[in-house]
């Protein structure tokens, strides 16, 4: 099974890819985090990443996205399912995609589109936190008076590519150029759409049964 899960910055496409690759025992590719552990690598590919990814905030160029596909699509038994979480996120993207999985024997099974509006995307992701030390997830509530981890007591702080700018930017690049992306899979019969507004839970439940899970 290879499941493809698409939506703007704070739809909570990594929370139910995670939620998926668990109880299925599916591969995840975050493609974003992906890039981000290699935006930490001081090589010269690591710090053009960085610039991109958390400086920039755009895209990487498609020859890395593509690199960094190979390696995991290389890695992989033919037989393990893989939920990819944001990727594709523009058409030159999708064509080379759909051609890497050909050439390992793979098929996209469904795309999933969690949608939610801009203000609910603005909205989450000012809340979205990690924990510098043990980098676990937090959203913040808000009674949360203390920036401080549960689990660790380590300092809460925010993902450099999360400011409002930086958020509004990529929520741009999402209208401009994966909107197309969703688009096409619907020509092709592959998209199912879920509203991303309702209960973490609830959403799960509509994935499975579009999924006939
Ligand atoms: P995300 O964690 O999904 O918000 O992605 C964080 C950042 O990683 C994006 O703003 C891009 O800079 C980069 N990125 C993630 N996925 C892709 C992709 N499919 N193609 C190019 N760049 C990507």
Redesign the pocket.
Known sequence: MNIIILGP?GSG??TQAELLAKKYGLDHF????A??QISLLNTPLGRDVNE??MV???????R??KEVLHIRLNDLGREQGIVF??????LE?TIYFQEALREFGRKINRVIFIDISKEESLKRIGKRFSCEKCKEAVVLKASDKKFVCLKCGGKLVQ?S?DTKEGIEK?LK?FEMETMPVIEYFEKEQLISKINGEQPEEKVFEEILKKLNL
């Open positions: 910055q496409k990594g975050d493609a974003g985090h890039l981000r991109i990814v920039k905030k755009e895209l990487v160029p498609s890395l996205l979480d944001g990727v594709p996120r523009n993207q993902r590519d990529r690049i």
